[in-house]
């Protein structure tokens, strides 16, 4: 007699191992070993499963109202802002997106362009430009002079022109709405009330070579310089109000709080904000105590504050931030940037700040949109936040479409429009007309299962206006492709295209808005993108399978001994674990787990020590 002790060919658990040549097809292996199956009494079955498909999310919103089997995604608003870069997980928000450039989102239920912008002037300007709103006029501080404006327009000249101090440049100003207040790199400090005003020092002390800053903060002018933070008062030398200990450390910015006056200074790569209070009698400041530290390697640029909040610009991006019952700033999630933000403007539920560095650029074979980033401004939603209680919605906002390697450093709003400078080019502010083109892109989406789909039809609807909505779609992370360029007129509302049984287990869109060809000042407004799609099910399948437990069994002419009990305990495991094994039949492979037993004992073993009989498997490929 001869026993079955031969394990088949290494390794086993790879699939497309055979079965060894000299064992015929009524053997079987299950997880690495060989049985003698019965292939008389009809048992032996294979049969086809459907691998049925479903949404793995709780939100069923896009599913309701749809024939069976068909999937719906849908976005009919986008004011939450961009930044998620995943549409339908179970955590992502309903109204948010990944990005977008020249794209308005802030009304709820729409998205229109942005206004486009012009520069100001005919004047050139290099090297730092400020802009601030001053006594009904819009300021422009370069080099050593302010230019008084009191219109916005390409081809404006200014009002007049105020030269603070002959041959020494301006290093920074002071913007209280009321007066022209600046440092200039003489280390005096000017100031001057209207245009036809004479410029005066303000107080005759000279600061040190390191001074950094001035700022008006709850009526009091505070000024860095090198690691002193002082009072300057007027007609009079400043009053230092604190002097950091270490020598290195510079202070850059001051904004005011609710309760306090808050500054923002670093050393090497460690920044600190400071809270400083005024004295109860209103004579003074109290010295200055830490409010908030930023995470190592995030480097402060600037600060500011807008209806109870303090914004911290940094290298990495914006901070919102809230003063704790002691004054202490509270730092919410970074909205993050390319590059360093200066400045802060807040109007109305707003915030925006400087954006030096906006990636504009979309694969378009019209070129519609910039190669390189540009410069701009970005947007906050002080009424709308997302991942935490101190993250606003935001998106980029305005910007140029040719200036790079700029800073924007400063903004302002004037005559109800935006108005912001860049370094070595001049001043910006918001046009009447549209830009002539933006995209948003939507973010990932699945239908919350990574299975394949087939793509059924996608649809955008619009409000009755004029202009150009193009849909463009990504496969699988693959490059966008156009599938659709809807013409926007006064009486089509809306339109689908087909998607031609395209299969995909991921999709992300993207949305081309253009602006009116035969008037500038109008654009379309889209108010909702639908895609729909079926599930590829596919098709798995399910052995029974009798196995032929005995302690003699024939196979090949050949006479084999097993242990039975030994065999029926394998088996059971098989069964009772639930792990996947690697099921072989007829020299092919397949991965699959045990749903299913039966056990027939018919007579004892030979020894007595256990049953012998028909063990039937039942097992089910995992797809």
């Known amino acids: 007699m001869a026993q079955i002790t031969r394990q088949f060919d290494e390794p086993f658990s790879e699939r497309g191992t055979g079965l060894p040549s000299w064992f015929s097809p009524s053997v079987i292996g299950l997880d690495g070993r060989p049985y003698l199956i019965d292939t008389e009494n009809g048992n032996y079955q294979r049969r086809a499963v459907d691998v049925v498909q479903q949404r793995n999310t709780s939100d069923a919103r896009d599913v309701l109202l749809l024939p069976q089997d068909v999937w719906r995604q849908m976005q009919q608003s986008w004011h939450f802002g961009a930044g998620q870069s995943n549409l339908d997980r179970d955590n992502a928000l309903p109204y948010r997106y990944e990005d977008s450039f020249g794209i308005d989102p802030w009304t709820q239920w729409q998205i229109s362009l942005l206004p486009a912008t012009e520069k100001l002037g005919n004047a050139a300007y290099t090297g730092d430009v400020w802009v601030s709103a001053i006594g009904g006029y819009l300021c422009v501080f370069n080099g050593e002079t302010v230019d008084w404006y009191d219109e916005l327009a390409d081809n404006a000249t200014p009002t007049a022109t105020t030269t603070f101090s002959a041959g020494h440049d301006i290093l920074d100003i002071a913007d209280d709405g009321l007066v022209a207040t600046v440092l200039t790199d003489d280390r005096y400090i000017w100031y001057v009330e209207s245009p036809a005003g004479t410029p005066t020092k303000w107080a005759n002390h000279q600061y040190t070579t390191d001074v950094t800053f001035i700022a008006w903060e709850k009526d009091y002018l505070i000024v860095g310089d090198g690691n002193v933070l002082y009072n300057a008062l007027k007609a009079n030398n400043p009053t230092a109000i604190y002097t950091h200990p270490d020598t290195n450390f510079r202070w850059h910015s001051a904004a005011s709080g609710s309760q306090f006056i808050y500054a923002l200074g670093y050393v090497g790569d460690r920044t600190t904000i400071h809270k400083i209070g005024i004295k109860s009698d209103g004579t003074g400041l109290l010295p200055a105590i830490v409010a908030a530290n930023l995470p190592d390697g995030e480097i ?50 707003f915030v925006w700040y400087g954006n030096s560095s906006m990636d504009g650029s ?36 305005i910007c140029t479409l040719d200036e790079t390697g700029g800073t924007v450093q400063s903004v302002v709003t004037y005559d109800g429009k935006r108005v912001f400078s860049i370094t070595d080019s001049g001043v910006f502010f918001e046009s009447d007309d549209k830009v002539e083109s933006g995209w948003l892109k939507q973010g990932t989406m699945s239908f919350s299962v990574e299975d394949l789909k087939t793509g059924l039809y996608t649809q955008a609807k619009w409000l009755p206006l004029r202009g150009e909505i193009d849909l463009d779609i990504s496969y699988d992370s693959e490059d966008f492709i156009r599938v659709a360029e809807f013409d926007v007129v006064d009486t089509v509302r809306s339109d689908n295209v087909p998607l031609n049984g395209q299969q995909f287990t991921r999709l992300n869109a993207a949305y081309i808005l253009c602006r009116c060809p035969d008037l500038s000042t109008a654009g379309p407004t889209m108010t909702r993108w639908e895609v729909r799609s079926v599930p590829v099910k596919g098709k798995a399948s399910r052995w029974t399978i009798p196995v032929m437990n005995y302690d003699v069994v024939e196979i090949d002419n050949v006479i084999y001994n097993r242990d039975v009990l030994e065999e029926f305990q394998t088996l059971l495991d098989l069964c009772q674990s639930g792990r996947l094994f690697v099921l072989q039949e007829s020299a092919r492979s397949y991965v699959v787990h045990a749903k299913d037993f039966l056990w027939q004992p018919e007579k004892l073993s030979a020894n007595g020590r256990g049953w012998q009989g028909t063990f039937t498997i039942v097992v089910e490929e995992m797809v």
């Open 362 to 397: 979309y694969s378009d074979a019209k070129n519609r949109f910039p190669a390189t980033s540009v410069c701009g401004l970005n947007r906050m939603d002080l009424t709308t936040f997302t991942v935490t209680a101190l993250t606003p919605a935001y998106a980029n906002d």
């Open 300 to 349: 402060g640029t600037s600060i500011d504050s807008y209806l109870g909040y303090v914004f911290i610009g940094t290298n990495k991006g914006v901070r919102m931030a809230q003063a704790d019952g002691n004054g202490d700033l509270v730092l919410g999630a970074i909205l993050p940037t390319a590059a360093p933000v200066k400045c802060f403007e807040g109007q109305d539920r």
